[in-house]
């Protein structure tokens, strides 16, 4: 009896992501036939000494194969915990938990090879944060020392999700001769708006202070500035009252020698783009990168996640083999990750097996469209877009047709600092609902003609689809804007506002001006009797354990403003406020997926 390709491969099912016309040979893909001998605590020397304690797992009785380096500053010892996968809901979920699915790959015929990065867990050294250039030098070296060990086939390529994607691009760019591709499932481009998007500060990175078991932490901006020039930083810092009021922020910059919260104490010293940020930004290396990439990410309603990966495909720069996909989301999100083993496998069978898998014959873009499937695309933008307005109207109307009326009173809302207040005020705008299916793929961008009473403030905007009995679904985005960081005309291209956020220049009190705010990229089918909410307001915080009295800091999402600010929004035939939408009017039958039935 002839044996199913799945059963050949050693899965349940095929997965979805895979298409009859592009793929092949996948009889010949690597099958799951090796036991896994773990060997713990190497130690491998670095080019200036320090030596750095790294976990191998090994395909029992292979011979040389391929390896796959796992790097992240989250420590070794708990990636190959053996307790099942985690959902985020439940008690025990740790988003570290990202290195990848080491059985499924060592299994297969994969070296899988996870370090502690320097000054954390076990490896010498100091920790200097998150993506510090001193790491994308070490992973050069760790590729190269594995490169010529008898186990080892001298093919490298990379492994794993979030910070063991986000940093793949950065080390790739150092060009180790034995790295032959890699597959950032994470990915970010621009590293300043992953801390401050569209210039606006969050907390989302104080939780690197328990995510990275460091034993010897020392902030980046010492190593930029000195020690004297780091004491000045941090007392000017305190003189901002929007960190001034907050004592998280106080005990991190009164803390000497700063051991405290070192990455967060660097994250509040640089409030604008700046050396430090572009250090870390894969958008300023993508020239140095030649090995083949695949960036993934998911569409997630949270932060700046979609926008890098379709950035990445459209910079000139990044020359090098690329593809890219979308291919679940964050409702499905387990950990350890194994949401695309099966797509990571074809890809690492194809460059560092020499199996071709058909990834080459594929179209370079393959994303879900929510609500609608699967499908090819061949650029970004899609070239049949057609760019519709939705106007924001009185009385919380978001309509296709612009408002005819002038000089019409402005919306309008108050922050309220949280020194003061538990408000979070906020303003909608709601669609009628649709009377049949639209789609829409691509970038999104709010034109918001509005005046505050204060030299800055944020705005933070999202769009959701609220479905017939009321419930919102954040399946459309996020975005955010410094009011005072001014829009860059000349580099902004459509649905893709840049702002310079190496200024801020202070807004005249009162003044009514147009301020044009990224929305992060999305595709999705808004089915029929659905309606589109944009929702417009100054702070966004996480509202789980609200109650709780420890570590709301994380729970903060955006800085707030420390100052009660009042907000008027216009939206009159003077001043036009919009959303602009990538509707997509037709896809071609042969864009859609084809999946592979057994």
């Not at 954390?120 to 998150?130: L, T």
């Not at 879900?368 to 519709?388: D, H, I």
């Not at 689809?465 to 001014?486: E, I, N, Q, T, W």
Request: aromatic share 14%.
């Amino acid at each position: 009896m002839t044996k199913k390709l799945s059963e050949t491969l050693g899965i349940d099912v095929l997965p979805n992501y895979w298409d009859k016309r592009y793929t092949k040979n996948l009889d010949q893909l690597s099958k799951p036939t090796y036991e896994v001998e773990q060997i713990s605590d190497v130690f491998v020397t670095l080019r200036d000494g320090t030596r750095l304690c790294v976990d191998l797992y090994l395909p029992k009785g292979a011979g040389p194969c391929p390896a796959l380096v796992s790097w992240a500053a989250y420590g070794k010892e708990m990636q190959y915990i053996k307790r099942g996968a985690i959902p985020p809901e439940s008690l025990l979920f740790d988003h570290s938990l990202e290195a990848g699915d080491v059985d499924y790959f060592v299994s297969r015929g994969y070296v899988y090879i996870i370090p502690d990065p320097r000054g954390i867990g076990k490896s010498e050294g100091e920790f200097y944060g998150v993506y510090n250039p001193q790491e994308h030098e070490d992973i050069y070296d760790l590729i190269e020392w594995a490169a010529i060990q008898s186990w080892c086939d001298s093919n490298i390529g990379m492994i794993g999700y979030s910070y063991f994607g986000i940093i793949q691009i950065l080390a790739a760019a150092q060009q180790p001769p034995h790295l032959k591709c890699i597959m950032p499932c994470s990915f970010v481009d621009d590293y300043y708006q992953h801390g401050y998007y569209g210039g606006v500060p969050n907390t989302y990175m104080s939780i690197y202070w328990e995510l990275c078991p460091s034993n010897n932490p020392v902030p980046w901006s010492i190593k930029m500035y000195g020690e004297e020039k780091v004491k000045e930083m941090m007392a000017e810092r305190l003189k901002d009252p929007d960190i001034a009021v907050n004592s998280y922020f106080n005990k991190i910059l009164t803390t000497w020698p700063p051991k405290y919260h070192t990455f967060y104490l660097d994250y509040l010293l640089h409030p604008l783009d700046s050396e430090y940020w572009k250090q870390r930004s894969a958008n300023q290396l993508y020239d140095k990168v030649k090995v083949p990439v695949y960036l993934h990410c998911a569409w997630s309603p949270l932060g700046r996640w979609s926008a890098p990966i379709f950035s990445a495909m459209q910079d000139e720069r990044l020359a090098c083999t690329k593809r890219l996909g979308v291919l679940e989301g964050y409702d499905g999100l387990e950990l350890p990750y194994r949401a695309l083993n099966e797509e990571c496998l074809r890809w690492y069978d194809h460059w560092l097996k020499g199996i071709d898998t058909g990834f080459m014959d594929e179209p370079a873009y393959k994303f879900s469209v929510l609500n609608a499937g699967m499908r090819y695309e061949n650029e970004w933008p899609l070239a049949r877009t057609e760019w519709k307005k939705l106007y924001l109207r009185s009385f919380g109307r978001l309509r296709w047709d612009k408002e005819p009326d002038e000089n019409l009173p402005p919306d309008g809302f108050t922050h309220m600092p949280p020194s003061v207040s538990t408000q979070v005020n906020k303003i909608t705008y709601e669609t009628s609902r649709f009377p049949y299916a639209m789609e829409f793929t691509g970038p999104i961008e709010l034109h918001l003609w509005a005046a505050i009473d204060a030299e800055d403030a944020n705005f933070v905007v999202k769009l959701y689809d609220v479905m017939p009995g009321g419930f919102k679904h954040p399946l459309l985005r996020y975005g955010a804007l410094r009011a005072s960081h001014p829009l860059d005309e000349a580099r902004s291209t459509i649905g893709a506002p840049v702002h310079d956020n190496t200024v801020s220049i202070p807004v005249t009190p009162g003044e009514v001006r147009e301020y044009v705010i990224e929305i992060n990229p999305t595709s999705i089918v808004i089915p029929p009797g659905h309606q589109l909410e944009l929702e417009i307001t100054s702070m966004s915080p996480n509202e789980c354990h609200k109650e709780s009295w420890t570590g709301k800091v994380g729970n903060m999402n955006v800085v707030p403003r420390n100052e009660t600010t009042s907000y008027r929004i216009y939206r009159d035939a003077n001043h036009p406020s919009y959303l602009l939408m990538p509707l997509i009017p037709y896809t071609p039958d042969e864009n859609w997926l084809q999946p592979i039935t057994e």
